[in-house]
């Protein structure tokens, strides 16, 4: 009963330092002009969306087959575009393979252990998926997650907030190896590949052309065409086909989330926010003194937002959750009110949520009631949850990928 005490403190807490920030948002000024996207004409509108919504509609309609990449297995040759998702916590490779989509993930995450013969040879012999760099042998994937569990330790990252991490000195390394894990080079030389990119953050000063540079030019050296899509508006293609594109896109991922207002499947204002699941991780990891890795197990198998937490690490994560809902969107009506290039939509748009930072039951339903207390710059029609939170950038990049080939 304390605990429920101290968890209504904590609300009310919470409200008012969102309220302060709401106050401080709608005083201070905001340049949306890195955030906001040049509309065509309503001519090339018009035949772009015509040959996207045909190719979409192909696309978006079939089923999807979704595997993890596992211990031993390899990754193949595609044939065809392909579209990747490359985020914080998870990479996606996805393809279109006869009348389904198939779909390979793997753990964007490492674990590095001292070298030593007898270690290699057993986790070459168990398949573990690692290479070796400067006396250290980096474990790569879901293995990683296993041994952090094994250490009571936390993985690392090679991308932090949606972007290459400046804190790893291989980081390019490491991402490179990750990707390498679910996808080789094509069948054909020159093969379309679109690859999500984060949007702007609308706070600080992060390097986004450089990440996408980066990733870009690792994929022409793989023998792609590569090119990429925003991730807010890669939600957007994969589960707005039946709304003409036209909506709000959001991908709630590990290391920050991604907004998209599109109309007709232009992307008209994308942005960033750089706090997600690794946010909300880090800080009941603090609260509660578990490592962060465990926190995250937590999240995904048991979290329970549409009911009242029953002990101190749900009562943290309640909170975090809250917390990050709130500031996202404060930040879409922030973004959107001090833009003068939003379109004049008659009628209201949906909002579909996507990523793993989503997927919690009652995540949709408290971002749909924070919603309520906050009058946006355009109406709302509904607040969707994506088909398949997990695979929505990925197919949404593939449905680009489809298109533009």
Known sequence: MAETDDYKDEIQRLKKRLADVESQS????????????????????????????????GTSQKSIVSSERGVGEYAERPSGPVGLDVGTSNVVMAQNKGSK??????????????QSKFTKKILEQNGVMFFELEGQYYIIGFSAEDFANLFNANTRRPVEKGLLSSKENEGIKIIQAIIGT???????????????????????????????SIIKKYLEGMGYTPISINEGLAVVMSEMVDDNFTGIGISMGGGMCNVCLSYLSVPVITFSIQKGGDFIDTMVSHDVGISAT??????????????????????????????LIH????????????????????????????GGTAMPKGCRES???????????????????????LNTTAKGALVMAVTEA
């Open 26 to 57: 709608e005083e201070s000024p905001l340049d949306t002009s890195k955030f906001e996207k040049q509309l065509p004409s309503p001519e090339a509108t018009d035949k772009a969306t015509d040959r996207k919504i045909d190719a979409a509609l």
């Open 101 to 114: 989509i198939q779909m390979v993930k793997q753990l964007n995450a490492f674990f590095t252990i001292p």
């Open 182 to 212: 679910i996808i080789q080079k094509p069948k054909k030389f020159g093969e379309l590949i679109c690859f999500s990119v984060p949007g702007e953050p609308i706070e600080g000063t992060a390097f986004v052309a450089g990440h996408e």
């Open 294 to 323: 465990k926190v995250k197990g937590i999240k995904e198998e048991t979290l329970d937002l549409s009911v009242l937490p029953t002990n101190r690490i749900e009562t943290s994560l309640h909170m975090h959750y809250l917390d």
């Open 327 to 354: 500031t996202l969107i404060y930040s879409i009506k922030r973004v959107i009110s001090a833009s003068d290039r939003v379109p004049r939509i008659a009628d209201p748009i949906p909002i579909v949520l996507s």
């Open 367 to 389: 971002f749909e009631m924070a919603l309520k207390q906050t009058r946006l710059p355009v109406d709302i029609s509904s607040v969707r949850l994506a088909k398949e939170p």
